[in-house]
């Protein structure tokens, strides 16, 4: 039986089917591709990263949704929803679906009911989930630091030994693990407030650092490289 709508973790959801009840980014969705049925009041879809544009689900059938009830597909893309994309800040309250309810969904088309399993391979996904960024995905150590629906994003502290600069927090989109696996590489995200020397869209190499305060992410002095 579908559980109950509640609050996950970005990464609780990775990876994850969930069903959306209508709301306006899936109206228009619905009027944009000319979709417009009484039937439909409800997407299933399926949440994967993005690496720019964050915890996305793609809608892979509209459905019928009753309370207590399996939903029942009403359209289904044989594209797996290619350009039907909610991002993070458009699926709004959702309610995920466990293995056992993906294999009982069925297709409603009429009067013509036919079982359909949601559990058929993703491989789409690989285009969204690249060697490099599964080492950095897989890092929970890092999930206290990572942007709200950017999986990828980090915050980073600047610092320079000297009074005169304030340590400062940016934004960082992580790419990739050093080899030794003691640091991480990405591309700064915001101009800096004060002149750190270096500016929005460098390559950062970032690591942890302990403080008396706790624990944190830190750029290292000297170790900026522009994007080609």
């Known amino acids: 039986m579908i559980n109950e709508e509640k609050h996950y973790s ?3 959801i990775m990876s994850r089917w969930a069903i959306v009840r209508m709301n306006p980014a899936i109206h228009r969705i619905l009027s944009t591709r000319g979709l417009e049925d009484s039937r439909i009041n409800g997407i299933i879809g399926f949440f994967y990263v993005d690496h720019d544009a964050g915890i996305s689900l793609r809608i892979h059938a509209f459905c019928h949704i009753e309370p207590g ?5 009403v359209v289904n893309f044989k594209d797996h929803g290619e350009d039907n994309v909610l991002r993070y800040d ?4 959702y309610t995920l679906l466990s293995n056992d309810d993906a294999t009982e969904l069925s297709f409603l088309s009429k009067d013509e009911t036919t079982e359909l399993s949601f559990l058929e391979e993703q491989r789409w996904c690989i285009y969204h989930e690249p060697e490099q ?7 929970v150590d890092l999930d206290r630091f990572r942007a709200p629906g950017f999986f990828d994003d980090v915050s ?3 610092f320079m030994e000297d009074q005169e ?4 927090v940016v934004w960082v989109r992580l790419e990739g693990i050093v080899e030794d696996g003691t640091a991480f590489r990405g591309q700064l995200l915001n101009e800096p407030d004060a002149d750190f020397g270096v500016h929005e869209g460098d390559m950062l190499t970032v ?3 302990e ?18």
């Open 207 to 209: 690591r942890f650092a």
């Open 90 to 93: 458009e699926f709004g309250a």
């Open 69 to 73: 009830q399996l939903p029942q597909i």
């Open 10 to 12: 970005d990464r609780e």
């Open 211 to 228: 403080h008396e305060d706790g624990r944190f992410l830190v750029a290292e002095r000297g170790s900026v490289a522009k994007r080609e």
């Open 156 to 158: 980073v502290i600047l």
């Open 165 to 168: 600069h304030i340590p400062e």
């Open 133 to 139: 960024l599964q080492a950095i995905r897989s890092r």
